[in-house]
Structures are given as structure tokens and as C-alpha cells.
């Protein structure tokens, strides 16, 4: 589900990045075609989170997608299964302490991070504080997760 990561990220730079407002827009739902106007994206081509991205693009040999989201205070992301997407490293950005909570089998696993791998093909949601994270998709689900916990 998830696995705490330890990356020496600059915060001061990445969080500057964030806080830029130029290119985000509300997530559309790729399946349904639905706007979420409390969920914000913005993906990254440029700067400092390219530069992280492309760091672990080489470390781990597969493709990387860094994307900025804004999760709006009072607006809870419902249990979910990414689309396009089988695993992603996040890093909080925000002061959050909201969890991110699977479920699985009738059970539900509650964690609170500031930089993880995360299975998002597991069920999970996210709950309702102003949440700032990067994320760096991926498609390669295996392949991460066996890297990370060797």
C-alpha cells in the first residue's frame, strides 16, 4: 500500500514551485469526464520538480509524470483507484497531518506521511484538510515497488 521513503528534496524550492498558480486546473476524471473543482493539477514540465522527476527517472529506469495537486480545505477525495496511473512517490508539501486511508478486504489502514511510494491501484482516499503534494506517477508498479523495498 504504501512505504515511507527518506529523499533529500529540497522543500524551500519545491513548495516556491507550488505556490505558482500559473497552470493549474481542476482535475478532470479520465473515466467519466467529471470536474473536481476542489482537486487542482498541474503537471510539470519545467524546473525544479522536473529536475526530481528526472532524477528518479534515472535511478529507477522507468518513466516518471511530475504533477502538482491542490486538494481543497473541506473536500475529501472519496475511495479511489488511480486512473493512468499504478504507483506514484509523493511528497507533502503542505502542513497537513490528513491521512491517506486504504481499503482493503472490509478493513480500512490509515497512514500519515510526508514522502512515500504508493500502491494507487489500491483503494484509497484522502481526507479533508488544504493538502499540497507533488507526485511522481508511474506506470511500473512492480518494478517500483520492488526497487524501493529491496
Known sequence: MLTEIDYDIDMKMIRKESRDMEGYAPFVDPKTGRVVDEWLIKRVSTGYARVVSDHFEKILNVEVKPRFYIQEKGFTL?????????CCINFVLSTSKDPIVFRKDHNTYTYQYKQALINVQEEHMVRQQRKIVISLSCQYLICLMMKFTK
Open 78 to 86: 472519496p475511495f479511489h483507484q488511480d486512473r493512468g496511473t499504478q
